[in-house]
């Protein structure tokens, strides 16, 4: 009966190979070569590697017998390489390079079956943009803890550029800060009343038909007072103010009494928009991007970066657009 193929890639077969070669020299041998080589002073050599003098010598020597090639010759003092001790050198270079980034991918799949992820969210973006995605990672790297912090925009901002925060979600303009960012949703901001406010048949907000009204803010989130003062036009100076806790508060109000008005993101309001227990009046609404942020030309963390592709795939736009940079943060404002 014929032998069966043997499944897998050439990839996979190559692994399973049993010809792989076993070489006649140590690990450490090679370290203690390129410090040799790049002190070109056997001593010197090894008081960065603290070691003796002999030692030293002798890894030299076991090294250069194993390869069957000299690769030092002495010169004064101290020593220099030979033709073929350069070019071994080079080719030493590599498989260290090629440790060093096997001890990376070990390292990055093991923080990733544990340890922690700090980012920080606006109220919008956490309430209506953040839990697909965070969803979506808790359910690939179920050990990652994930440590969230809702705070205004600005305020995320300036953690992340100074390292308190790994990662940021974020309604737009923002701050002149050195962040990379992507744009990965746009936010819909509307001036929103209860049906039975006197705006709900006019087409224009002004003071005079505001008479009576108030415009309900809310702390630590929502919109911004740039957007609110765009939206209500030269009304907005006049208008009374009450300050609520969050935006689910002022949707609350909106909902109970004709007597406020409030600019509040369309989507956290589209089901009373639906049914017609709130309307949009006045002007042509705000669109916001919503950014994720991490600080400039840090290396990120493996749950960081692999929050980060988890993002961009939530959302919507693809991995690759959020792996691809965008200008400063800051020419966004």
């Known amino acids: 009966m014929a032998e069966e193929a043997c499944p897998g890639s050439d990839a996979e077969r190559s692994l399973a190979s049993d010809s792989l070669l076993r070489p006649t020299f140590t690990l450490e041998q090679i370290r203690t070569f390129l410090i040799v080589a790049s002190r070109e002073h056997i001593t010197q050599a090894a008081r960065v590697l603290g070691l003796s003098q002999p030692a030293v010598t002798q890894q030299m020597q076991l090294l250069e017998r194993a390869l069957g090639v000299p690769l030092l010759t002495r010169s004064g003092r101290g020593v220099r ?3 073929a001790g350069g070019e071994i050198a080079g080719a030493c270079l590599v498989v260290m390079r090629a440790l060093e980034n096997l001890e990376s991918t070990v390292r990055s799949i093991r923080e990733l079956d544990g340890g922690e992820l700090t980012m920080g969210a606006s109220q919008i973006a956490a309430s209506y943009y953040l839990s697909p995605a965070l969803a ?10 994930v440590d969230l912090a809702v705070a ?16 940021g979600l974020v309604d737009g303009p923002l701050p002149k800060r050195k962040l990379d960012c992507a744009r990965v949703a746009s936010d819909e901001v509307v001036l929103a009343v209860h049906p039975d406010h006197s705006l709900a048949a006019q087409e224009h907000v002004s003071p005079e038909n505001l008479t009576g009204s108030s415009y309900l803010t809310c702390e630590g989130g929502g919109v911004s007072t740039a957007v609110a003062a765009r939206l209500l036009g030269p009304a907005f100076r006049e208008v009374p103010k009450v300050r609520l806790a969050n935006l689910e508060a002022v949707r609350q109000m909106l909902l109970a009494t004709p007597s406020f008005i409030a600019a509040v993101p369309r989507i956290a309001i589209s089901a009373d928009l639906d049914t017609g227990t709130l309307v949009t009046v006045g002007r042509r609404p705000v669109i916001r991007p919503v950014f994720a942020i991490r600080r400039r030309g840090e290396a990120q963390s493996p749950a960081a970066q692999a929050f980060w592709a988890v993002l961009a795939s939530s959302l919507g736009t693809g991995a690759s657009r959020a792996a691809t940079l965008l200008a400063n943060a800051g020419d966004s404002s």
């Open 136 to 145: 979506a990672f808790s359910a690939t790297y179920p050990a990652v803890a």
């Open 81 to 83: 390489l030979t033709g």
């Open 152 to 167: 205004p925009s600005r305020t995320v901002c300036e953690q992340v550029s100074a390292g308190a925060l790994e990662f």
